[in-house]
């Protein structure tokens, strides 16, 4: 019932590393997919990675090799590392997680978003 709440944000200089986390109030397994999705001042939001149910991971191209999707089903925690950051990567980075209740109709939950800022 209660939002994810994401942690790890702030503020590194180019080339630096972060961990992003998501905990959930429920067990993670329940979802069909957990994301992250990333918002830049004045732009759309959009979506950085993705791990399913079954385990696989996609990325956004501009993320490849850099960005690591994982989760911790006993803390129910979601996870992004975030090596090698440049300074496109600054904005507020939100978990996302989705459970398909019916064909038409699903269940998202949003986190309220982490800030990160790179800047030289």
């Known amino acids: 019932q209660v939002e994810p709440v994401e942690s790890g944000g702030g503020s590194v200089q180019p080339g630096g590393s972060l961990r992003l986390s998501c905990e959930f109030s429920r067990p993670i397994l329940k979802f069909d997919s957990m994301d992250w999705y990333r918002q830049a001042p004045g732009k759309e939001r959009e979506l950085v990675a993705r791990?399913?149910?079954?385990?696989?991971?996609q990325y956004a191209d501009f993320v490849k090799g850099r960005f690591t999707i994982s989760g911790d089903n006993a803390k129910n925690t979601l996870y992004l590392q975030m090596n090698s950051l440049q300074l496109e990567d600054t904005a507020i980075y939100y978990c996302?997680?989705?459970?398909?209740?019916?064909?038409?109709?699903?269940?998202?939950?949003w986190g309220r978003g982490t800030q990160v800022t790179v800047s030289s």
């Open positions: 996302h997680a989705r459970r398909q209740v019916s064909i038409e109709a699903a269940v998202d939950h």
């Open positions: 791990i399913s149910s079954g385990g696989s991971s």
